[in-house]
C-alpha cells in the first residue's frame, strides 16, 4: 500500500496530490495511516488493536515530521524497517512494536514509490 500511495501524486492531477512541494507527502502518509489502521483491526484482542496502531502512527510520525526538514531523512527511515524486519520474526515482539515496524514498513513504501515513480514517470 505504502508504494502505491508513494506513486500516486506523480500519476494523478488532483490537488491534493501536488508535487511541487515537499508537503506532497501529507495525502500518501494519510493513505498508509489508513491501511494501518485496517491492517490493525485484524488483531483478536481489543488492547492490541489500540496498542498495534498507535505503534503504527507513532512511527508514521517519525518518519515523516523530520523528512520535512531534512530531505535525506527517508534513508535512515528504511534502514531501520530493514533492520527491524530481520529480527522482528525471530521474536515475540508485543503489540506497540509490531505496529511501529508495519509503520515504518509502510512509511518506507511511500518513500521507496515516490523515488520510482519520479524517475519512471
Not at 498507535?54 to 531523512?73: E, R
Request: charged letters at 10%; one cysteine or more.
Amino acid at each position: 500500500m505504502g508504494f502505491i500511495a508513494g506513486c500516486l501524486p506523480y500519476l494523478s492531477e488532483s490537488q491534493y496530490l501536488t508535487t511541487e512541494t515537499k508537503f506532497s507527502l501529507f495525502a500518501p502518509f494519510g493513505m498508509v495511516a489508513i491501511a494501518c489502521l485496517v491492517i490493525c483491526g485484524f488483531q483478536n484482542r481489543y488492547e492490541a488493536k489500540i496498542e498495534m496502531f498507535l505503534g503504527a502512527l507513532s512511527s508514521l510520525l517519525f518518519s515523516l515530521l523530520p523528512q520535512l526538514l531534512f530531505f535525506v531523512w527517508f534513508v535512515p527511515v528504511i534502514l531501520i524497517w530493514v533492520r527491524e524486519s530481520i529480527f522482528v520474526w525471530r521474536k515475540s515482539y508485543p503489540a506497540f512494536r509490531i505496529g511501529v515496524w508495519i509503520g515504518l514498513g509502510a512509511a518506507s513504501g511511500v518513500y521507496m514509490g515516490g523515488i520510482f515513480a519520479f524517475n519512471v514517470v
